[in-house]
């Protein structure tokens, strides 16, 4: 498993004890109703929190950006996504979101790109035919969904190559995976941030894009399609 490390952090990211602390201590609280009054004092005008906020994110897509481009994780993820048969997305709860979103970029010019959404795409089906071209996409941010977390264990299990994008060395979903991306989400709001997660997304689409074979044809088909279609205004 390989995973990116941001360029303050530790070789040894599994360290208990104090180093936990600290790392849980630069997230803030891990729940919206204890970091409501944490952080979002009623007496800060909007103005305030405003550029708090701001601030937060800016910082955020800076550490992005600065770990990307001194290590390829990302790229390596790509590359892995771009050689598979076929690509499989899942996230659950908030991470659902991203999952849908990495779902919709790819598939403009990459084939063979599902949606675990338990409709369409069910997590039993896809257990059952694991193939070893096969690939996962799996977005988990604390806190950890459970189903993500084992979905994930039985797709390697089965043979599967796990891509996975998260928020900490510490993510269940780090030991599983044949490639981390870790993503920094601090932020100032009762949520944790998902700025660098979009941009992570939009880097995968495009590496991904870039390298898979037929893209240029699929997004050329496509666009005849749209026209064709009338699908937008």
Known sequence: ???????????????????DAVAQDQRGLDNPAARFGASMSPRASAKTLQARLIRKERENLERVFASFETEDSVARAAALIAGARRRFIVGHGRSAAFAHLLDLDLSHGVSQVSLIDGQSTRSIDVLTDVRGTDV??????????????????????????????TDSAESPLVEPASEVVIVPT?????????????AVIHLLTALTTASAKGSRR??????SLIQEMGLYI
């Open 1 to 19: 498993m390989s995973s990116a490390r941001l360029p303050d952090e530790r070789p040894d990211q599994r360290m208990s004890g104090d180093s």
């Open 136 to 165: 996962l996409v799996a977005f988990s941010m604390r806190r950890y969904r459970r189903e993500t977390a084992e979905l994930v264990h039985a797709f390697a299990q089965r043979g599967g190559t796990v891509v996975a994008v």
């Open 186 to 198: 601090d932020s100032a709001s009762v949520t944790d941030s998902a700025t660098g997660i979009a």
């Open 218 to 223: 699929r997004l050329t088909e496509r666009e």
